[in-house]
């Protein structure tokens, strides 16, 4: 049942493969994935619809290996399935806590998962089902922030949620530089041309072009998520405007 307290009804929840691996150098932890299984179903348990794209960083980097010079379209090919890796990882926990999940694919994988049809996801998602997207667009040469743009705008979401390491988008890496201010809001030219590096200009001018609000936040401080979908004013907004 729908919860009226939640201003999006449906969201695309971008997530970074790095997010999966938690104190871990690599792959996936465990504990990671079953407090944002967790997270996640407190939403659906609301009635929320929840899309969700995951990068494949925690298992493979197409981009390092195209640095020393393997082909970059093998390389982002091997990103992709390593997406399809996280994707059925996430979806069989999402199983294990009882939330119904569908797995879907940019290209086909014989039984692996489902095909991406964009009439099939929304169906799911109308079922209450999480969908998960993975091998990104389906092409090389883009990133999944970019999926998550396409993805989002596709099934119609009311808002597309980044899951970041940070709080925030910043005027520099707060990592590196103690001065680094953080944003409230922006809006989508702001965040390209301040290169503020919040995701790639392609995903950023899609969700431009088709008006997709997009909020950036610290996805593993508990209660984040279910914030962002009430509408409270976490991280930070990038949408039509000036920034505050």
């Known amino acids: 049942m729908s919860n009226k307290d939640n201003m999006y009804q449906r969201i695309l929840l971008k997530l970074s493969g790095e997010a999966l691996s938690g104190t871990l150098d690599s792959g996936i932890?465990?504990?990671?994935?079953?407090?944002?299984?967790?997270?996640?179903?407190?939403?659906?348990?609301?009635?929320?619809?929840v899309g969700l794209v995951i990068g494949g960083g925690n298992i493979f980097r197409g981009e390092q290996l195209a640095a020393a010079g393997m082909d970059r379209v093998a390389g982002d090919h091997m990103g992709m399935l390593a997406t399809v890796m996280n994707a059925i990882a996430m979806g069989d926990a999402f199983r294990r806590i009882g939330i119904d999940a569908?797995?879907?694919?940019?290209?086909?994988?014989?039984?692996?998962?489902?095909?991406?049809?964009?009439?099939?996801?929304?169906?799911?998602?109308?079922?209450?089902?999480?969908?998960?997207?993975?091998?990104?667009?389906?092409?090389?040469?883009?990133?999944?922030?970019s999926a998550a743009s396409l993805r989002a705008i596709e099934i119609g979401a009311d808002l597309m949620c980044k899951g970041t390491q940070v709080d925030g988008i910043y005027s520099s890496d707060p990592k590196i530089d103690p001065t680094a201010t953080r944003y409230t809001r922006l809006s989508y030219d702001e965040a390209i041309t301040r290169n503020l590096k919040v995701m790639d200009t392609t995903a950023i001018v899609l969700c431009r072009d088709h008006a997709m609000?997009?909020?950036?936040?610290?996805?593993?401080?508990?209660?984040?998520?279910?914030?962002?979908?009430?509408?409270?004013?976490?991280?930070?907004?990038?949408?039509?405007?000036?920034?505050?």
């Open 29 to 49: 932890d465990p504990q990671v994935l079953a407090a944002f299984t967790s997270e996640i179903k407190q939403l659906v348990d609301d009635g929320v619809q």
């Open 213 to 244: 609000p997009l909020r950036v936040f610290d996805i593993h401080e508990k209660g984040n998520l279910k914030r962002v979908v009430n509408g409270e004013d976490v991280g930070t907004l990038v949408e039509c405007g000036d920034d505050s």
């Open 102 to 145: 569908r797995v879907m694919s940019a290209f086909p994988i014989g039984s692996v998962c489902e095909t991406y049809r964009r009439d099939d996801a929304v169906r799911h998602l109308n079922k209450n089902r999480v969908v998960i997207f993975s091998a990104g667009t389906g092409n090389p040469f883009f990133t999944t922030d």
